[in-house]
C-alpha cells in the first residue's frame, strides 16, 4: 500500500529558505506524477509545482516560479521541494500527492 510522508516543514523568517521531503512507500512510486500542494487557513488548497515520472519534467504555479525547485531522489524514494525566498503569502500545510494518495502535511510558517 502506496504511503506518503513528508518532513521539513518549520518557521523560517521572511527571505529565508526551507526544503520539504516526501518519502514514498510502495511499489507504484517510480510510475506516477508526484505533486506538491498547499493550503492556508481559509484558503483553497492549490498545486504548487509537479515532477513527471518518466521524464522528470517540471511544472510550478506562477507565484512560486524561480523561487522554488521540486526534484526527486529515485534511490531514496523522496522527492524534494526546495523553497527559497520565502515570503508570509508562502505559510500554509504542505502536501505531497501522489496516484491519490496524500501525505499528512507539513505546516510552513514565514514570518516578516
Known amino acids: 500500500q502506496l504511503q506518503l510522508v513528508e518532513s521539513g516543514g518549520g518557521s523560517v523568517q521572511s527571505g529565508g529558505s526551507l526544503t520539504l521531503s516526501c518519502l514514498a512507500s510502495?511499489?507504484?512510486?517510480?510510475?506516477?506524477?508526484v505533486s506538491w500542494f498547499r493550503q492556508a487557513p481559509g484558503k483553497e488548497r492549490e498545486l504548487v509545482a509537479q515532477i513527471a515520472s518518466f521524464d522528470d519534467r517540471t511544472d510550478y504555479a506562477d507565484s512560486v516560479k524561480d523561487r522554488f525547485t521540486i526534484s526527486k531522489d529515485k534511490a531514496r524514494r523522496t522527492v524534494y521541494l526546495h523553497m527559497n525566498s520565502l515570503t508570509p503569502e508562502d505559510s500554509a500545510e504542505y502536501y505531497c500527492s501522489m496516484a491519490g494518495v496524500w501525505g499528512q502535511g507539513t505546516q510552513v510558517t514565514v514570518s516578516s
Open positions: 510502495g511499489e507504484i512510486y517510480n510510475s506516477y506524477t
